[in-house]
Nanobody, 116 residues
Framework: VQLQAYGGGLVQPGGSLRLSCAAS????????AGWYRQTPGKQRELVASITPMHNTNYVESVKGRFTISRDNIRNIVTLQMSSLIPEDTAVYFC???????????WGQGTLVTVSS
């Protein structure tokens, strides 16, 4: 499974940004998916996850500001980010977990910078 992430960039505090990640294989439709982020010197952090049945989970720091969603027809997982703060600055990675093979797949990182 190949994952192509896009949508990062520079945004001012309080602004919004949408990240999307397209999967190359229909295994996506039965796979859990998520978005992680990483800053220099820190471990990769799970930001949000979504099950094939659209159940979602968020890290406390983004609750009420970020929304994860998925399109099981187009094999896309999206992270809508609002009310961004400088602490959200990080490289964001999408992730898909194949429940059949138990393999995990990562997209290439996309940089989100929140700065005035």
């Amino acid at each position: 499974v190949q994952l192509q992430a896009y949508g990062g960039g520079l945004v001012q505090p309080g602004g919004s940004l949408r990240l999307s990640c397209a999967a190359s294989d229909n295994i996506f439709r039965i796979s859990a998916a998520g978005w992680y982020r990483q800053t220099p010197g820190k471990q990769r952090e799970l930001v949000a996850s979504i099950t094939p049945m659209h159940n979602t989970n968020y890290v406390e720091s983004v609750k009420g500001r970020f929304t994860i969603s998925r399109d099981n027809i187009r094999n896309i997982v999206t992270l809508q980010m609002s009310s961004l703060i400088p602490e959200d600055t990080a490289v964001y990675f999408c992730y898909v977990n194949d429940p059949l093979s138990h393999d995990g797949y990562w997209g290439q990182g996309t940089l989100v910078t929140v700065s005035s």
